[in-house]
């Protein structure tokens, strides 16, 4: 099957020729016209996805009127083929042998009418073939050139320049100043508001004010309003941050009055901190600020705007002050814009500074600018002639007499620069709504069953898909939001907001993505037909008359980002009707009655399935899933399900299956040869059959299981259940690269020392609820990441073990209490355990240690401990802070010469407030003096259940 690149603005092309090749083969037997038909398709359509392809190097400017409408109508043409395609192909994929005589016979007389039908309608679009081909000669459409295309690189220092950005550059002076406005000695309510253009650092400086104000809160908060607010479920998010998920259980149910009364009655009495993000209108401010109560309790709030007038309307009142955000001055501007490209000022050439101070000129001190022209440089080669040459580019972009603002003008330049594949998977993000955090793997996932990345085979596709994201991310158009403790992995990512407005506005402009958010759909909803979909906020008013508009449109993904939806879950079977539906991604739909997903027969071309459903509701799967003989991706591991239909041991395509723990699955999961993914499944629910069949999974890769807790197996069954698994786990491991378990049994890691050989591949590796570290792990050579649960004291010999792991990278430890008979609730005074020395020896690769401790214990790392560590994350009892003499619960912090990130959780439940202010103080005296200046942030938990201040 022929593998060609996605096209220049829809991937469609590559697809639609494939699939016509595929067509030509010996599974079709077409009809003499209708093979014809198809032949002349595909050698039309692939001239003229070269002349595509060279039209998406070029400028809108550069590209004539007549040119741009053919374009359009060629990317619809596309779309109407492979669908016409789709719906032959699935007519024939029904009818397998254990239909009976007469079935099959009234099945060939339908599909022959079918196949007529077929020839007719390719015909149709033969003649509308035609008709562009002579459009295009006519109006000399062919005389585009292509462009050289630039070469894909992974560069490391991008994650770097985000950082740089948010910690160093140009933050210092403004940090200051509004820090003093709000940290003045009278306890008044105090409000600052930021205002400023588009792309001006207004969110990275007020998120910097936020993490710096060290004073002790109640509560804090952090929001973002975006364009198109949901007010109401923007005060949930502040209720549910201010008290720690109190009412989540409730606020679904809440009016916005009652939501305002409830939140100014929670209020009321405290001292919070809060910031609220990118307010677009006064309207929407007064209806925040009604909810936010003046309480002269020293409380803050911070608000960030590109409006003048939203800013004063934050600001009318006592204790009110506005800041224009300024743009970074010449020296700012160069240390942010070097250290993208050389590492620091120093490193760049003498012959380039000339004209790179010509182009930071043009970039007007606005960050993202900075950041987004360092990214296109970041791909071209450096020399001077390349760069006066990208100067000439962006004086012609910023330069123009436009409605468009500067900024726009330099993400358009660099959307031009990008390669075409890269255009499709930018314009694909277009999906997500405003300061959305994406998943990194889900993303890719939707660009693999979108047909964006080519290829056939699964993991090939993942490491390419991955290559993509990085180079958005090096040429600054994405932003890295988590990133992994390698450095070279990025887990989430998010879209600046102002890019995101370019992405939508090219997405809409080549119907790419029709979006309905509270502004109602995109503009081109009426004008054009379907083909993805973004649903971003709740559907009201007529509902049935939009589904009935939706059910004949030929759209191949659906993406759902809303709660309150209750006419998409009536309308779910009608919603579900169309043949080419390739993505149904629901993440977050509230569901107050039953779901009942239609006829899978329906959607028989699906390749990516994942739903999130809030409860209470529920959902119900069809029967006859087997008829998903395209889907790779099954997520159903955030709904309420309980079990799966037993035809889902057909899916022979599947590779991943995504349950929660809960769900019971059927006997015969071996049959599904192409899986790699199974998580999460408890063996409390599966029977003795299934956890059997688990070891026939041949090209299984990742592996979530739930143990059977020691209290429940002591009936036969489960002493079965555990052979079967121990067994099956066996002949696993040799091919796992991730496991977890949780709830296993000491006795019961066996599997691990049975395997023999070389080390087994396993990477990634989580075992919770253990009594010691199992000896086992030391022969796992090849493990990076590591999360273990253990009970009680830790004894050196097992942290020994944990420390010669050559290549680990990062480690989680959970402790909890043992058998003593301490309970991390209620403390039994005088049980703690001795502090735990890290010394020299091992730990020489970990970049990242997280200690969650439920018990009494402290920690000291010996001169030379964990050389590479970058990021610690602690969870201490500060009740026990002054029981280990000098020092408190933490030693050594300046021993740990590559530290960067501090993060401490202080378990404040039965410590007094003198220890839990020591441990702080302990914390951030030893950080401030340490070499690096690491970043340091506390935050304090429990503290409504802190042992009562004793009265003198």
């Known amino acids: 099957m022929a593998e060609v690149m996605a096209s220049a603005a829809t991937g469609v092309m590559g697809s639609v020729i494939g699939k016509l090749t595929a067509m030509l083969g010996e599974k079709y037997q077409l009809a003499r016209d209708a093979e014809e038909g198809i032949r002349f398709l595909k050698e039309e359509l692939s001239t003229m996805d070269a002349v595509l392809q060279n039209l998406a190097e070029k400028d809108d400017d550069q590209i004539d009127p007549l040119?741009?409408?053919?374009?359009?109508?060629?990317?619809?043409?596309?779309?109407?083929?492979?669908?016409?395609?789709?719906?032959?192909?699935?007519?024939?994929?029904?009818?397998?042998?254990?239909?009976?005589?007469?079935?099959?016979?009234?099945?060939?007389?339908?599909?022959?009418?079918?196949?007529?039908?077929?020839?007719?309608?390719?015909?149709?679009?033969?003649?509308?073939?035609?008709?562009?081909?002579?459009?295009?000669?006519?109006?000399?459409?062919?005389?585009?050139?292509?462009?050289?295309?630039?070469?894909?690189?992974?560069?490391?220092?991008?994650?770097?320049?985000?950082?740089?950005?948010?910690?160093?550059?140009?933050?210092?002076?403004?940090?200051?100043?509004?820090?003093?406005?709000?940290?003045?000695?009278?306890?008044?309510?105090?409000?600052?508001?930021?205002?400023?253009?588009?792309?001006?650092?207004?969110?990275?400086?007020?998120?910097?004010?936020y993490r710096k104000i060290t004073e002790a809160f109640d509560c804090r908060a952090f929001v973002s309003v975006s364009q198109t607010p949901d007010i109401k479920k923007l005060l949930r998010d502040i209720l549910s941050q201010i008290s720690n998920n109190q009412f989540d259980d409730q606020t679904e149910r809440w009016e916005m009055e009652q939501l305002i009364r409830n939140m100014r009655d929670y209020l009321i009495?405290?001292?919070?901190?809060?910031?609220?993000?990118?307010?677009?209108?006064?309207?929407?401010?007064?209806?925040?600020?009604?909810?936010?109560?003046?309480?002269?309790?020293?409380?803050?709030?911070?608000?960030?705007?590109?409006?003048?007038?939203?800013?004063?309307?934050?600001?009318a009142g006592i204790g009110a002050h506005m800041y224009e955000a300024q743009p970074l001055?010449?020296?700012?501007?160069?240390?942010?814009?070097?250290?993208?490209?050389?590492?620091?000022?120093?490193?760049?050439?003498?012959?380039?500074?000339?004209?790179?101070?010509?182009?930071?000129?043009?970039?007007g001190g606005l960050p993202l600018a900075i950041i987004s022209i360092a990214g296109l440089l970041a791909n071209k080669r450096q020399t001077v002639e390349v760069w006066v040459n990208t100067l000439k580019s962006i004086s012609a972009a910023v330069d123009k007499d436009s409605?468009?603002?500067?900024?726009?003008?330099?993400?358009?330049?660099?959307?031009?620069?990008?390669?075409?594949?890269?255009?499709?998977?930018?314009?694909?993000?277009?999906?997500?709504?405003?300061?959305?955090?994406?998943?990194?793997?889900?993303?890719?996932?939707?660009?693999?069953?979108?047909?964006?990345?080519?290829?056939?085979d699964t993991e090939s596709m993942e490491q390419l898909g991955r290559s993509y994201l990085n180079d958005l991310i090096n040429r600054s158009l994405v932003q890295p939001a988590k990133v992994g403790a390698d450095g070279s992995t990025v887990k989430t990512c998010r879209v600046h907001d102002v890019t995101l407005e370019f992405i939508v506005s090219k997405a809409v402009e080549d119907n790419f993505v029709t979006i309905w958010n509270r502004n109602g759909f995109s503009q081109n909803y009426t004008c054009n037909k379907i083909r993805r979909l973004s649903i971003q906020e709740g559907i009201s008013g007529p509902v049935e008359e939009m589904v009935k508009t939706i059910k004949h449109a030929h759209i191949r993904s659906i993406n759902i980002f809303c709660y309150n939806n209750s006419g998409l879950v009536k309308h779910a079977s009608k919603f579900l009707s169309n043949q080419v539906l390739r993505v149904l991604n629901i993440r977050g739909l509230r569901v107050d009655g039953e779901c009942y997903l239609g006829q899978v027969k329906r959607i028989s071309q699906m390749k990516y399935f994942g739903i999130k459903i809030i409860r209470p509701g529920g959902c119900e799967l069809p029967e006859d899933l087997e008829k998903l003989q395209h889907l790779e991706t099954l997520d159903f591991s955030s709904t309420n399900i309980s079990k799966l239909p037993a035809s889902i041991i057909q899916l022979q395509r599947l590779v991943r299956l995504n349950v929660g723990f809960w769900v019971q699955l059927p006997d015969g999961i071996?049959?599904?040869?192409?899986?790699?993914?199974?998580?999460?499944?408890?063996?409390?629910?599966?029977?003795?059959?299934?956890?059997?069949?688990?070891?026939?999974?041949?090209?299984?890769?990742?592996?979530?299981?739930?143990?059977?807790?020691?209290?429940?197996?002591?009936?036969?069954?489960?002493?079965?259940?555990?052979?079967?698994?121990?067994?099956?786990?066996?002949?696993?491991?040799?091919?796992?690269?991730?496991?977890?378990?949780?709830?296993?049994?000491d006795a019961t890691l066996s599997f691990m020392s049975l395997c023999v050989g070389s080390p087994p591949p396993l990477q990634r590796l989580v075992l919770g609820n253990?009594?010691?570290?199992?000896?086992?792990?030391?022969?796992?050579?090849?493990?990076?990441?590591?999360?273990?649960?253990?009970?009680?004291?830790?004894?050196?010999?097992?942290?020994?073990?944990?420390?010669?792991?050559?290549?680990?990278?990062?480690?989680?430890?959970?402790?909890?209490?043992?058998?003593?008979?301490?309970?991390?609730?209620?403390?039994?005074?005088?049980?703690?355990?001795?502090?735990?020395?890290?010394?020299?020896?091992?730990?020489?690769?970990l970049v990242k240690f997280t200690l969650d401790c439920a018990l009494e214990t402290a920690l000291e790392f010996e001169p030379g401990a964990m050389p590479k560590l970058q990021r610690l994350e602690l969870l201490l009892p500060a009740r026990c802070q002054f029981k280990y003499g000098d020092g408190g619960l933490v030693l050594g912090l300046q021993n740990l010469a590559g530290l960067k990130y501090v993060n401490v959780y202080i378990d404040c439940k039965a410590a007094t407030s003198d220890e839990v202010d020591s441990l702080e103080d302990d914390i951030r005296g030893v950080a401030g003096v340490h070499h690096n200046r690491p970043i340091v942030q506390v935050e304090r938990m429990n503290q409504d259940w802190m042992a009562p201040r004793v009265q003198p």
């Open 403 to 456: 409605h468009i603002d500067k900024m726009k003008r330099i993400l358009l330049l660099s959307y031009f620069e990008l390669p075409r594949h890269l255009k499709s998977c930018l314009l694909y993000l277009s999906v997500f709504p405003e300061d959305y955090m994406i998943d990194c793997r889900e993303l890719i996932l939707l660009w693999v069953a979108e047909a964006l990345i080519p290829g056939q």
């Open 670 to 745: 071996g049959n599904l040869q192409a899986l790699e993914e199974l998580s999460t499944i408890s063996l409390s629910f599966q029977s003795v059959k299934f956890i059997q069949g688990l070891s026939d999974l041949t090209n299984l890769k990742v592996l979530a299981i739930v143990w059977t807790d020691a209290t429940e197996v002591r009936d036969v069954e489960g002493h079965e259940k555990e052979k079967a698994c121990i067994s099956s786990l066996t002949k696993l491991f040799t091919r796992l690269r991730q496991f977890s378990v949780v709830g296993c049994p």
């Open 67 to 209: 040119a741009k409408d053919w374009r359009s109508k060629v990317r619809e043409l596309s779309y109407d083929i492979e669908d016409c395609i789709d719906r032959f192909r699935l007519n024939h994929s029904h009818g397998g042998s254990k239909a009976n005589f007469v079935r099959k016979a009234v099945r060939k007389v339908k599909i022959l009418l079918q196949d007529r039908g077929l020839a007719e309608e390719i015909q149709k679009l033969k003649s509308l073939v035609i008709e562009q081909s002579e459009r295009a000669k006519r109006y000399d459409i062919h005389k585009y050139q292509a462009a050289s295309p630039q070469p894909v690189l992974l560069d490391l220092r991008a994650p770097a320049l985000f950082a740089e950005a948010r910690d160093l550059v140009g933050i210092d002076g403004p940090r200051k100043e509004i820090i003093e406005l709000l940290t003045c000695e009278e306890m008044q309510h105090k409000v600052v508001s930021i205002y400023g253009t588009a792309g001006q650092g207004k969110t990275t400086l007020a998120m910097e004010v």
């Open 770 to 845: 253990l009594s010691a570290v199992p000896h086992q792990i030391s022969s796992l050579l090849n493990l990076t990441h590591l999360r273990i649960g253990l009970r009680g004291e830790v004894s050196q010999e097992r942290i020994n073990i944990l420390a010669s792991l050559p290549i680990l990278v990062s480690l989680t430890v959970f402790l909890f209490p043992g058998n003593e008979g301490e309970s991390s609730s209620l403390p039994i005074l005088g049980i703690f355990h001795p502090r735990y020395a890290i010394n020299s020896e091992g730990f020489q690769r």
């Open 329 to 363: 001055g010449d020296d700012d501007s160069q240390r942010l814009f070097f250290k993208r490209l050389f590492c620091s000022r120093e490193d760049c050439p003498q012959d380039l500074r000339e004209v790179s101070s010509d182009i930071l000129k043009k970039c």
């Open 269 to 315: 009495d405290k001292r919070y901190l809060i910031l609220i993000d990118d307010i677009w209108s006064v309207a929407a401010w007064e209806l925040i600020e009604s909810a936010l109560p003046r309480n002269d309790n020293g409380s803050i709030v911070i608000t960030t705007t590109r409006s003048k007038t939203v800013a004063k309307s934050c600001c």
